[in-house]
């Protein structure tokens, strides 16, 4: 070995005096590399004006932290159907300096007054829409909480000027793109129910493209949150306006719940897959625990070898993801209420008895059920110039929430409660069965499929991910991961990749476009539907680049990056 180094260095001698120029050049690249990958940040979200808004934060000097609050109070605003002041989600971080990866749980709880029947009606039936679409549908919101947070603990900008842009943007308004302008009309029926959302969000004959949209209430609500904090919104006049509304309209969310609202810090759950280690939420999420499981399951087999997207492929993916989704209804639900076996889940042991059941054994069959096809989340993903990573999902659940807007705030509410099982064994929005971990329960925070995800290579983070989709979040994120890691795709190539989704019940395989003789293949066991998978915002970290890609499935998301 030393033999060795003497001879390279005077090799190195040989070749500086001989060469002088060159040796000079080449000393230059190489510091100039090692210079520019510690100055290259990036910032992929669903909105353009959101992503401009981070960007121009971390070029100030803001940090990943920094960027991400005031992505997610854009977002509020020029993404109205999943950016929010009125739900909760899951912001998974990695600290640099540290070397922490934590999360923050900052969604919905149940409020206090919630009971475990409180969407069926007398004989136990679960009434039609009513954990989706009305008053009872809300969990109490954590976002501001969320982000205060943080600002507070890790951030190093004033958070009021985080949320300025944020402002101004829903006062002087923005220009809708075509999609959003289809996206409201499309709900028309659903704001016309509600006052201050018919007012914002409905017009006479319809948006157009380019029209702009202005909220007002919601500008004076983020003025007086950016002015006294987060205690505007659980204590303050903000708080009592939507408590107000609530008492006034038959909903149980009370003052009471706003004030005692507590986000919770959690590990991740991560999970080795390869050279990899793989970080995303630990319950209430299903997400972490899901993709580690169905990675260990995957880890038996060399992918890259059976090709992607080939027969043998999809195979082994359906049925790792047939028993995770099984796992999933059975044992996952807010650790604070049930005791999840996630070690036992997780563990490598497990996924190696699973592999062997699923060479053995053909899947069974199962009933059907509607499962809403949504989009209607949102990620982003954010790195800065020091290497802090922010993987962040949040979401009012479906499209707007439940379109209901308590009088003066401007804030759409969540309908998040519907992702709790509103009785054993009956479906939610997305198909999604629960049992007793995910039953209602005051204070209690349903069982969520958002998977923000942190991959590390060496220690340090190399792909940044996440979607929205409801179910099919874990799904979309799994194939990104698999793409990126086993088939060294870039970001771009991956998104233009096919996905496919299943998830133990309903007995259906959701796929994008695949081949003829694939489709035949699958019909065999599975009924098929054909539609899109997932809206992924990525940020990959090779060696010697970074990509930021934000996919094309949904229009008007923007990623970008500085590479110095
Ligand atoms: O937490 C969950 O799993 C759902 N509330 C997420 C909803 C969603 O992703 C909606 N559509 N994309």
Redesign the pocket.
Known sequence: MEKGILKISQISKIFISKYPVIAFFLILLFFHSSFVKSESYAVASRHHLATDIGMKVLEEGGNAIDAAVAVAFALAVVNPSAGNLGGGGFMLLHLAETKETLSIDYRERAPKKSFETMFQDNSGKVIKGLSLNSILASGVPGTVSGMFYASRKFGTIDIKSLINPSINLAKEGFALSDFQAKNLNKYKKKFSKNKEAKKIFTKTNGFSKGDILVQTNLASTLKRIAQNGEKEFYSGETAKKIADFFQINGGLLSLEDLNQFELRILDPVCGNYRVYTICSMAPPSSGGIALVQILNILENINLSEIGHNSKEYLKILISAMDYAYKDRAKYLGDPDYFKVPQDLLTSKKYANEIYKKIQEKKLPSKVNVNIIE????THFSIVDKWGNAVSNTY?L??AYGSGIIPTGTGILMNN?MD?FSSKPGHPNAYGLVGSVANKIEPKKTPL???SPVIVFRDGKPYLITGS???ST?ITSVLQEILNILDFQMSLEESSKKSRIHFQHLPDILFHEQLDDDLIEFLKKDKKLINRKLGEIHSILLRKDNIQAFSDKRRPDGKASTVYK
């Open positions: 949504s989009e209607e989340t979401t659940n479906t998040e992702d969520s499929s958002m929205p989709g409801g979040i």
